[in-house]
């Protein structure tokens, strides 16, 4: 069983910058899984902010960045502000039409 | 614009049964996934299914394995998700999310608001 692991919880400064990391419990995490990430906020659905890596989809800020940080993909957040407080998700896809989900990071702002 | 829409949500017995719909609009559906991902209450998503173009693939995650199926009817737009055998964890939102699929690309791209399912006697 594949478990894509990510910081329970994380917080901010406003202004500040963060970086959310998304690994796997046995391995590597490389660009070959095509790491996605989603933002959530309570009581909406999830808003696709990066895919294959490091490209942002559309009408997403450029101070959401993704990258690969050693074994890790990261989501970094340059310039964080008041509206970014949501749970962050991470997603790997590992082929054969299966994608795993990690079990999201709670981010807040203060 | 593209949208999604699920429906068929509800309280259903443990055991139970549930067909949950998903319509779809603003896109050449033939072209692309389709996959249903799940929330339970207070904690975090959990991909469920995908199926290909053409409705012959399935994909799904182990825990529903042999007791819900993904289907889709091309010509209404629309996906399905046969929910059988329903267990108490089954209870979750249900979202429908379109999946891309191509070269150097993998992830869902658009979502649907989501529909409740509660299992429960």
């Known amino acids: 069983q594949t478990v894509v692991t990510q910081e329970p919880s994380f917080s901010v400064s406003p202004g500040g910058t963060v970086t959310l990391t998304c690994g796997l419990r046995?391995?590597?995490?490389?660009?070959?899984?095509?790491p996605s990430w989603y933002q959530q906020t309570p009581g909406q659905a999830p808003r696709t902010l990066i895919y294959?890596?490091?490209t942002r989809s559309s009408g997403v800020p450029d101070r959401f960045s993704g990258s690969i940080l050693g074994n890790k993909a990261a989501l970094t957040i340059t310039g964080a502000q008041a509206d970014d407080e949501s749970d962050y998700y991470c997603?790997?896809?590992?082929?054969?039409?299966?994608?795993?989900f990690g079990g999201g990071t709670k981010l807040t702002v203060l | 614009e593209v949208q999604l829409v699920e429906s068929g949500g509800g309280l259903v017995q443990p055991g139970g049964s549930l067909r949950l719909s998903c319509a779809a609009s603003?896109?050449?559906?033939?072209?692309?996934?389709m996959s249903w991902v799940r929330q339970a209450p207070g904690k975090g998503l959990e991909w469920v299914a995908n199926i290909k173009q053409g409705g012959s693939e399935q994909y799904y995650l182990d825990s529903v394995k042999g007791r819900f199926t993904i289907s889709r009817d091309n010509a209404k737009n629309s996906v399905y998700l046969q929910l059988n055998s329903l267990r108490a964890e089954d209870t979750a939102i249900y979202y429908c999310a379109r999946f891309r699929s191509s070269s150097q690309k993998f992830y869902f791209d658009y979502w649907g608001q989501g529909i409740l399912v509660t299992v429960s006697s």
């Open positions: 603003g896109l050449t559906f033939t072209t692309y996934w």
């Open positions: 997603v790997l896809y590992l082929g054969s039409g299966i994608s795993v």
């Open positions: 046995s391995g590597s995490v490389s660009s070959s899984y095509y």
């Open positions: 294959s890596t490091n």
